[in-house]
């Protein structure tokens, strides 16, 4: 995903049956990302990027496992 600001934030699901997703900004260094919880709830803030330099950036998030992942929405702070 592009966007143009100086953070962003993701939210999504977390429930028993989701695993790890993996974040990177601009094709820098991955984090990862637990979308597991034993009981299931939905718009979690999950991961906050560092702060960017104004522009445009690139988001990007894959499935690293054992399970799929269900994110929920990006928070882009101008």
């Keep these: ?10 939210y999504g ?4 049956h989701f695993g790890i997703g993996a974040v990177s900004i601009d094709g ?3 984090t990862n990302v637990d979308f597991y919880a ?3 709830g939905g718009n979690q803030l999950l ?3 560092p ?3 104004s522009g445009m950036h690139i988001l ?5 496992g054992p ?12």
């Design 51 to 53: 702060v960017l330099p």
């Design 28 to 30: 820098g260094a991955e």
């Design 13 to 16: 699901v977390k429930d028993a």
């Design 60 to 64: 990007k998030l894959r499935v690293v």
């Design 67 to 78: 399970n799929s992942i269900a994110p929920d929405a990006v928070v882009i702070v101008p």
């Design 47 to 49: 991961w906050t990027s």
């Design 38 to 40: 034993p009981t299931r």
């Design 1 to 10: 995903m592009t966007f143009s600001g100086t953070q962003l934030r993701l």
